[in-house]
Structure formats: C-alpha cells, structure tokens
C-alpha cells in the first residue's frame, strides 16, 4: 500500500495520470531577460515620459503631436505588460503558443521603439541612447524565444 502511494504522488502508472519527461525545456537566460526587461521597461516609461514633459515645456511642441507621442507610450506600456506576461508564461509553462504571441508583440513594440527613436517630434541623445538598449533587448529576447519554441516543438 504505501508502494501504491508513491507512485501515485510521483505520477506514475497508479496515479492515473500521465508520465512526464524529467527533462525541463524552458529557457533560464530567456527568464533572466524577461525578469531585467521588465525592470528596465519601468525605467524606460519613466524616462521617457518625463522627456516627452520636458520637451513640451523647453521646446515649441506642435499642436497635435503631444497627446499621440503620450498615446503611444501608453500603448507601448500595455503591450510591454502583456508581452512579458505571456512570453514568460509560456517559456514557464513550455507552451509554444503564449511564446509566438509575445513574439508577435515584440515586433508591434519594436516598430513602437523605433518611433521613439526615430520619427518622435524631437529626439534628444537620451532618447537615442534609451531606445538603442531597448531594441537590443528586444533583439536578443527574439533570439532567445525562438531558440525556445523551438526546443519546445522539436
């Protein structure tokens, strides 16, 4: 009887359910990514915003472009909270689908970080500098998710 026990605590044959492999798939340097990224987004956002107030009260801002540049930083914001939720689920639960979609969302906040790098009404050497770090970010998070979809598939 206590034989029948640990195999049902181990999940085994009497446990009713399935064997799974010992083998862990999910990616630590991908974690460690998502965990300093999420960090550094915080920092980011913060930076940001406040250069985005600055520039509006040092520069003459056009009318019409404060609030858009605002909107999308906000916007920016959502998908960053939503990419890391789901890309560090799925690397976590080792599901390949959570993974792709925060995939997916990294390309949407790429195009978003280029904007603050590029075609923002001013950009200061800050912003170039921030934006920089976090496209390599985003660059090297990309690597490391497909690497472990792929783990996860194969």
Known sequence: MLEDWRAAGEGGRHGGREERSSSVLSSVPLQ????????????????????????????????????????LLCIMAILEALRLYLGSKGNLTEEE???GLSLVITVGSMILSVYFLIWQTYVLRADVIINTVLLFTYGLESVFQVLAIAAFVG
């Open 32 to 71: 460690i990514l998502f965990y300093i990224s999420g960090f550094y987004y915080i920092f980011y956002f913060a930076a940001t915003l406040a250069m985005i107030i600055y520039k509006s009260q040092a520069f003459s801002y056009p009318d019409g472009f404060l609030a858009p540049d605002l909107a």
């Open 97 to 99: 689908a959570p993974l």
